[in-house]
């Protein structure tokens, strides 16, 4: 019903464009909703109707708002959706900007004559197309709209979260098995070294002995990851710091990595700055980061590539910035591959609430793939 609203107005405002400029700075804007909605039969359909308008609206072929608008129209028919989140990324800046020049190239377009005038009102519909996407963006997911934008939609994220809720109960009840696996392996290795049989058999036994203690001890470390994931603290008595945050996240993601040529590494002054209030937001921050720099590592054929994993964190006057970087075996940098929206939008809220920055840069063949800032506490 909504896209369907916003298509009747780009139509009827944008047949109104000749006469009146500003009504088709009004389309231009609504062409912007309806490349964020992505519907691409409505656009094509106010695209053809304004184009058929050419021949019938007088004054139409002449106008440049006119023109700007059946060209935006069809932009928001044939833009590639994938690009969308990218081209919506932009600093919270860029919309004031938008506004403030898309006002003035308006006001231009009555003041001046000619092509000047005709180039001020395109750009005024540019950067109303450019703002009318903003809008609609915010109100989708404020309405949870575009959350369903990644692979699976509504269903995986509303089954992430659900099982992240449950997750904390079934850790518990995990670990009691453990607690009684680790126990009965310890008495194994006191009664085996104490049974009548030669040294060959109790060396097996004793060896396996500890390989049961070994993995019991890391299934131990999986759970505490679980446990302490994303709060301000841990089981253990270490300060939280910069490091420790990205060494639990590095370690929650381990598992995600599934082969070997891949390494990460952790540079810069600031690993040592304590964040115990922004603990928890930094490891969950750089969880996600890194769950998106591995999948650059897959080529578009499946093919497992090698490469490094760079964590740097410096410090600014006013920020710890933590940059994430990937390059390949040769050094070179590996296109970005970026986060589902639902889940960016997520970690963004979780970021600002912990008076820090979140950001997703999605430049192909660039090192920086995100930015991560914390405000500093200590000036």
């Given at each position: 019903m909504y896209p369907a609203a916003i298509a009747l107005c780009a139509l009827i405002l944008g047949l109104t464009a000749a006469q009146g400029p500003g009504a088709g700075v009004l389309s231009a804007a609504a062409a912007g909703g309806l490349f964020v909605l992505h519907r691409t039969a409505l656009a094509l359909g106010v695209t053809a109707m304004l184009t058929a308008g050419l021949?019938?609206?007088?004054?139409?072929?002449?106008?440049?708002?006119?023109?700007?608008?059946?060209l935006l129209a069809a932009t928001a028919a044939v833009f590639p959706r994938r690009l969308a989140p990218a081209f919506l990324q932009a600093s919270r800046w860029?919309?004031?900007?938008?506004?403030?020049?898309?006002?003035?190239?308006?006001?231009?377009?009555?003041?001046?004559?000619?092509?000047?005038?005709?180039?001020?009102?395109?750009?005024?519909?540019?950067?109303?197309?450019?703002?009318?996407?903003?809008?609609?963006?915010?109100?989708?997911?404020?309405?949870?709209?575009?959350?369903?934008?990644?692979?699976?939609?509504?269903?995986?994220?509303?089954?992430?979260?659900?099982?992240?809720?449950?997750?904390?109960?079934?850790?518990?009840?995990?670990?009691?098995?453990?607690?009684?696996?680790?126990?009965?392996?310890?008495?194994?290795?006191?009664?085996?070294?104490?049974?009548?049989?030669?040294?060959?058999n109790r060396q097996q036994l004793q060896e396996r002995v500890k390989r049961i203690a070994a993995h019991t001890e890391g299934a131990a470390a999986i759970l505490s990851l679980f446990r302490w994931f994303g709060r301000d603290g841990h089981d253990g008595d270490g300060e939280l710091t910069v490091r420790s945050a990205l060494e639990r996240a590095v370690a929650a993601t381990k598992s995600s990595m599934r082969h070997h040529g891949v390494s990460i590494h952790l540079r810069g002054n600031a690993l040592d700055h304590?964040?115990?209030?922004?603990?928890?937001?930094?490891?969950?921050?750089?969880?996600?980061?890194?769950?998106?720099?591995?999948?650059?590592?897959?080529?578009?054929?499946?093919?497992?590539?090698?490469?490094?994993?760079?964590?740097?964190?410096?410090?600014?006057?006013?920020?710890?910035?933590?940059?994430?970087?990937g390059t390949d075996s040769d050094g070179k940098p590996l296109p970005s591959h970026r986060i589902d929206e639902a889940t960016l939008w997520l970690v963004e809220q979780v970021a600002r609430d912990a008076a820090s920055d979140f950001r997703c840069l999605v430049r192909n063949r660039q090192p920086v793939q995100f930015i991560i800032r914390l405000g500093r506490d200590d000036i």
């Open positions: 021949f019938f609206v007088p004054g139409a072929m002449h106008s440049a708002s006119y023109w700007a608008d059946v860029a919309w004031l900007l938008a506004m403030a020049f898309g006002c003035i190239g308006l006001s231009l377009h009555f003041i001046l004559s000619g092509i000047a005038a005709d180039i001020a009102v395109v750009f005024a519909s540019l950067c109303a197309a450019l703002v009318g996407a903003g809008i609609a963006r915010h109100l989708a997911v404020v309405d949870a709209r575009l959350l369903a934008w990644g692979d699976g939609g509504l269903v995986e994220v509303t089954r992430d979260l659900l099982l992240g809720r449950i997750t904390s109960g079934m850790l518990h009840d995990l670990a009691q098995p453990l607690n009684v696996i680790s126990m009965a392996n310890a008495n194994m290795d006191y009664i085996i070294g104490r049974l009548d049989i030669d040294d060959e304590l964040v115990p209030a922004q603990h928890g937001a930094l490891e969950m921050m750089a969880v996600a980061a890194l769950l998106s720099a591995f999948a650059s590592f897959v080529d578009c054929n499946g093919k497992k590539l090698r490469g490094d994993v760079l964590l740097h964190a410096s410090m600014s006057p006013a920020h710890v910035v933590v940059t994430v970087e």
